[in-house]
């Protein structure tokens, strides 16, 4: 019987021992579990100082593109195409030859009206002789010089009909695709082809009422486009329509842009900015510093603290809710939020929490800049 108590007795120790170790071993992971929660490594991020930047005023806006000269060239007369003197796609001189209909019956015609024109004036000049030796009236004079002039109008109206039949470039410009086959029986208003003139080329944008008073002929804008990636182009602004619309409240503009190498095509959608005379102090900071939430934009602020382990200066994080303002290249400006001389991280502020230790590694820092080219961007 006491062996068997001593046997009972040595389980439960055992027992007991076993779950102490346990439990201190559970206690250990739980707390290296909240340190490592509480204190995640550091993370290596590059920074920027806010700094009071000069900044163009600039009025952004989106606009299309719109030839200065464009028409689809039509048929003005009934008639069969007998000639197709154009390419498509390429360019045309203002007066070249784009389509000739079939005008043998109008050369007929011109023929026997220029011989009736002939014929009168022969009996004009013989109707004179006589009036000046005053063998005849005034009134059979006058009747032969109506005659004469109604034989050259008809002959000038059949010439008009054979130059509408030769269907000629109005201005110079591109060609688009053709609308017309040879032998195909034409009827007035039939499309031909496109034309249209590139260089230069109008931007067509809007505005709110409210910033007309800043809008004037001369200004400057620039334009950018995603047929050409990374260029801006830049022009002025030559026409203000005079009419506000009553349903928007907005004014059209119109700029003209250089277009020399006839990229930029009308229909196409541009973002414009127009330059506004005088200039603006900011605080900027790059625009990765930013991280852009749907509750409110946050930035960053790089801190210097003593570490709670070791006592040692550590370089920490607060995130801070800020107001943005305009944008410019790589830049974006700082209503309110952050003040001038502070450092922001400025590059991997999505992998950031509020609190956390970081290493600043500027070498790594991209180059930002306020007016960035392709080969930088």
């Given at each position: 019987m006491a062996m068997k108590k001593r046997i009972i007795l040595s389980i439960v120790g055992v027992m007991?021992?076993?779950?102490?170790?346990?439990?201190?071993?559970?206690?250990?992971?739980?707390?290296?579990?909240?340190?490592?929660?509480?204190?995640?490594?550091?993370?290596?991020?590059?920074t920027a100082v806010v700094r009071r930047q000069t900044w163009e005023s600039l009025l952004p806006a989106v606009g299309s593109l719109q030839a200065v000269q464009g028409v689809t060239v039509e048929a003005e007369l009934v008639g069969k195409v007998v000639q197709i003197?154009?390419?498509?796609?390429?360019?045309?001189?203002?007066?070249?030859?784009?389509?000739?209909?079939?005008?043998?019956?109008?050369?007929?015609?011109?023929r026997a009206a220029e011989a009736a024109a002939v014929l009168a004036k022969a009996n004009l000049e013989r109707t004179k002789e006589l009036f000046l030796k005053k063998t005849i009236s005034k009134s059979e004079w006058d009747n032969a010089e109506t005659q004469f002039k109604q034989a050259v109008a008809q002959a000038d109206t059949v010439r008009a009909t054979i130059a509408k039949k030769n269907i000629r470039a109005p201005f110079t410009g591109l060609l688009g695709i053709r609308l017309?086959?040879?032998?195909?029986?034409?009827?007035?208003?039939?499309?031909?082809?496109?034309?249209?003139?590139?260089?230069p080329i109008f931007?067509?944008?809007?505005?709110?009422?409210?910033?007309?008073?800043?809008?004037?002929?001369?200004?400057?804008?620039?334009?950018?486009?995603?047929?050409?990636?990374?260029?801006?182009?830049e022009g002025t602004i030559t026409a203000i329509n005079p009419q506000v619309d009553a349903a928007t409240r907005n004014i059209r503009i119109q700029a003209t842009v250089a277009n020399s190498r006839e990229q930029l095509r009308p229909g196409m959608f541009a973002e414009?900015?127009?330059?506004?005379?005088g200039r603006n102090e900011v605080l900027a900071i790059p625009a990765t510093s930013v991280l852009y939430a749907p509750y409110g934009d946050s930035i960053f602020i790089v801190e210097e603290k003593k570490s709670q382990q070791t006592g040692?200066?550590?370089?920490?994080?607060?995130?801070?809710?800020?107001?943005l303002g305009e944008k410019q290249g790589d830049?974006?400006?700082?209503?309110?939020?952050?003040?001038?001389?502070?450092?922001?991280?400025?590059?991997?502020?999505?992998?950031?929490?509020?609190?956390?230790?970081?290493?600043?590694?500027?070498t790594l820092s991209p180059e930002f800049k306020l007016r960035p080219s392709p080969e930088n961007k």
């Open positions: 007991v021992l076993v779950s102490g170790l346990g439990g201190i071993k559970f206690l250990q992971i739980g707390r290296m579990s909240a340190q490592a929660l509480q204190t995640p490594p550091p993370e290596t991020v590059t003197a154009f390419e498509p796609g390429t360019k045309v001189r203002a007066g070249d030859l784009l389509v000739k209909q079939d005008t043998s019956s109008e050369e007929a015609q011109l017309v086959n040879l032998g195909e029986f034409l009827h007035e208003g039939d499309a031909i082809v496109s034309l249209q003139s590139l260089n931007v067509n944008f809007l505005l709110p009422q409210q910033e007309l008073a800043k809008i004037a002929l001369g200004l400057t804008v620039r334009v950018t486009s995603d047929a050409l990636p990374g260029e801006v182009i414009v900015a127009v330059v506004l005379p040692e200066p550590v370089k920490t994080v607060r995130q801070q809710f800020a107001r830049f974006v400006s700082i209503v309110s939020g952050v003040k001038e001389g502070e450092t922001v991280v400025s590059t991997g502020v999505f992998k950031l929490r509020n609190g956390q230790i970081v290493v600043v590694d500027n």
